[in-house]
């Protein structure tokens, strides 16, 4: 059974920083490339970040350049997504997605979706 268990969303302050994790079973993490998308209250959900199966490539939506960061751990099953100098625009459930396609930015590229866990930023 394939499951992505996100965690580390909380409620912080502008400024502040998260460190948010998902962990991976029931699949082969090491041939996925993994992705962070989040989806804010009234909103699309939006692509924030991916990283490859070997970590050689890493993708960041505009939202995300210069301020978050996407790492993963092959041996952990796990990949994580730190976040800072959080805005209250970063707002959202955030959700992290497993990808067996050659590409890995969109939401058509990923089979596997966690449940999310909610970042709130407060002004």
């Known amino acids: 059974q394939v499951q992505l268990v996100e965690s580390g969303g909380g409620v912080v302050q502008a400024g502040d920083s998260l460190r948010l994790s998902c962990t991976a079973s029931?699949?082969?993490?090491?041939?996925?490339?993994m992705g962070w998308f989040r989806q804010a209250p009234g909103k699309q959900r939006e692509f924030v970040a991916s990283?490859?199966?070997?970590?050689?490539?890493?993708y960041y939506g505009d939202s995300a350049q210069g301020r978050f960061i996407i790492s993963r751990d092959n041996v952990r099953n796990t990949v994580y997504l730190q976040l800072n100098s959080l805005k209250p625009e970063d707002t959202a459930i955030y959700f992290c997605?497993?990808?067996?396609?050659?590409?890995?930015?969109?939401?058509?590229?990923?089979?596997?979706w966690g449940q999310g866990t909610t970042v709130t930023v407060s002004s």
């Open positions: 997605a497993a990808s067996g396609n050659y590409y890995f930015t969109t939401e058509p590229d990923y089979e596997f």
């Open positions: 990283i490859g199966r070997r970590s050689t490539n890493t």
């Open positions: 029931g699949f082969s993490f090491n041939m996925y490339a």
